[in-house]
């Protein structure tokens, strides 16, 4: 399965970007991570196979919303009111496990995508 995300660019403080990730094939969990320069990659969201559960970093609650799209094997990540501190290359992953207890670990992801760039001025 090969993933490729859309959607990063260059946005003002407070506004908003939508990334998308769309597979290759059929997954089951499929989350998010970044990595902002100079620090290791965080879990940033998940999403359960049937677009039910989702899990977010606390630092995001409120303000990210992760959904799916099956038909389409497609992830979205719907970012509002962004900050100059979510400023990352945002990596979308998926997995072909259920279980979602350890969404948070990128070891529990099996296929990766390339990497959007978000900047958030301030």
């Known amino acids: 399965v090969q993933l490729q995300a859309f959607g990063g660019g260059l946005v003002q403080a407070g506004g908003s970007l939508t990334l998308s990730c769309a597979a290759s094939?059929?997954?089951?969990?499929m989350g998010w991570f970044r990595q902002a320069p100079g620090k290791e990659r965080e879990f940033v969201a998940v999403?359960?196979?049937?677009?039910?559960?989702?899990y977010y970093t606390d630092s995001v609650k409120g303000r990210f919303t992760i959904s799916r799209d099956n038909t389409k094997n497609t992830v979205y990540l719907r970012m509002n009111s962004l900050k100059p501190e979510d400023t990352a290359v945002y990596y979308c992953a998926a997995g072909t496990g259920y279980y979602l207890g350890t969404c948070y670990r990128q070891t529990s992801y099996d296929y990766w995508g390339q990497g959007t760039q978000v900047t958030v001025s301030s």
């Open positions: 094939g059929r997954t089951s969990n």
């Open positions: 999403v359960a196979w049937n677009g039910v559960s989702t």
